[in-house]
């Protein structure tokens, strides 16, 4: 019995042993059919979330870019894109063209809707609003970096709270003066908060006290002044309804007989040029200015440097006056151009990250060298300032104080604009000469501007 018992224990240990090592269902693939092993990866878990996706996939083609302008402008642009390209690898497929070729050129590929991935835009932009992809979402996420600039900047490139491009130069209305003819008459000199009153007293003693005018003006900036001067008032109203200067935006005369009043007043002491004086200027080099027949002028920012240089003398900028000291300046800056995103780009956030490249990058600006207007970015400014020309640091200097505090609205022109002008201009002219009285002008100028927005919004 015990015999039987052994051999029976004897029996089930040498099952367990082959159990033990006979192969599974796994084991018995052949290694040649086995799946290689994928690298093992940290499983997601909720400390330590899975990476996003890339946004843009790694060869995304080259991005096709479009602009205007001279041939400086050709050539600094593509060495900005060949830096780009070496810092980031994308790719460029360039187009560059005179502005009337560039225009014809933008049409016929809008129209077949294949427009390149960015393209340059001016004043001309609303023509094709309907096209332009809108640049807050790439702000709010940072894509676009707007941090180092004023809101005054990213406001000249925004259309009813959309944000249409970055503003690739910007330049504004100022008065350029020659501090020596200043100190000459015994006149301060103008600061950033003069008023109305400080400046026709300025006018009228430079006059009085070197017999030349205190102040050179254009028709067209005088019409200028007054597109601005009525919201300096600070009563909600403005020449026009902005931003598209479809209607006007005030109902009483007096804000226009004022300013007539004091233009006349000018005008009548031989301070200020009457209307053949001011048809003898053709050219920012034919200025009064120039020739220290005049203290100040009216120009924009960006003329100092051709006004500097004709007048071989040196010359500073101040903003326009305002009507009490601590009152709204009501003063904008304008952009030049500025690069805008197709809205149907298949590279859109791509798009995006270069046109902030274009605007921040210190190397890049530095090629630039500020070619298309004064950078809107604060420390491009501050880098570009040792290369400058002394005019030219006045420019970025006048700027930069400016966008603290100038208007954040955009400007546009009313289709009208241009025959708006004319009336202005033609009633001025009556005033100066003393047909019709600052009173009567405001009046006929109200209503015939009246009449020529409603023949415009008649036929749209």
């Known amino acids: 019995m015990k015999h039987r018992n052994l051999i029976l224990v004897v029996a089930l240990i040498l099952l367990i042993i082959l159990a033990a090592c006979a192969p599974s269902a796994q084991q018995e693939t052949p290694a040649a059919q086995q799946p290689t092993p994928a690298p093992q990866q940290p499983a997601p878990s909720s400390q330590q979330p899975a990476p996003a996706p890339d946004p843009e996939p790694k060869d ?23 830096l780009y390209t070496q810092e980031t690898g994308v790719q460029f497929e360039p187009e560059f063209f005179g502005f009337d070729d560039y225009i014809t050129k933008l049409n016929t ?9 960015i393209m340059q835009m001016g004043g001309n932009f609303p023509t094709y609003i309907d096209h332009i992809e809108f640049l807050n979402e790439y702000i709010d996420r940072g894509i676009i970096d707007i941090s180092n600039t004023d809101e005054s900047f990213i406001g000249i490139t925004t259309l009813e709270g959309n944000v249409i491009g970055l503003s690739s130069g910007t330049n504004a209305p100022a008065i350029a003066y020659d501090p020596a003819l200043f100190e000459k008459a015994g006149v301060p000199l103008p600061h950033f908060n003069w008023t109305w009153e400080e400046f026709e007293n300025a006018v009228m003693t430079i006059h009085e006290n070197l017999g030349i005018l205190g102040t050179s003006q254009t028709q067209y900036n005088e019409f200028w002044v007054l597109t601005s ?7 909600n109203q403005s020449l026009f309804l902005e931003p598209h200067r479809l209607a006007l935006n005030y109902t009483d005369d007096q804000y226009v007989v004022e300013y007539l009043e004091m233009v006349n007043r000018m005008v009548q002491a031989g301070a200020y040029p009457n209307p053949a004086q001011m048809a003898e200027v053709k050219d920012i080099e034919g200025d009064p200015l120039v020739r220290g027949e005049a203290a100040m002028t009216w120009i924009f920012s960006n003329q100092l440097v051709a006004l500097a240089e004709a007048a071989g003398r040196p010359l500073s900028l101040a903003p326009m006056p305002r009507r009490t000291s601590d009152g709204p300046l009501a003063q904008t800056i304008m952009s030049s151009q500025m690069f805008t995103i197709y809205n149907q780009s298949e590279h859109k956030e791509a798009a995006a990250k270069f046109i902030s490249f274009f605007a921040n990058s210190e190397h890049a600006n530095l090629i630039l060298k500020g070619e298309r207007g004064v950078p809107i970015m604060r420390h491009i400014r501050d880098a570009l300032m040792p290369t400058l020309t002394p005019a030219q640091k006045e420019i970025y200097s006048y700027l930069t104080e400016l966008g603290k505090v100038a208007s954040t609205n955009i400007v546009l022109d009313s289709p009208v604009q241009a025959e708006i002008r004319d009336i202005y201009n033609r009633l001025a002219e009556e005033v100066k000469f003393q047909r019709t009285t600052p009173a009567d002008a405001a009046l006929r100028f109200r209503e015939q501007t009246q009449d020529a927005l409603d023949r415009f919004n008649a036929s749209r």
């Open 60 to 82: 995304l083609g080259p991005l096709r870019i479009m602009w205007w302008g001279s041939q400086t402008r050709h050539d600094r642009t593509l060495a900005v894109l060949d």
């Open 229 to 235: 001067i009525i919201q300096q008032y600070d009563t």
């Open 109 to 117: 590929l809008i129209a077949a809707a294949d427009a390149p991935d």
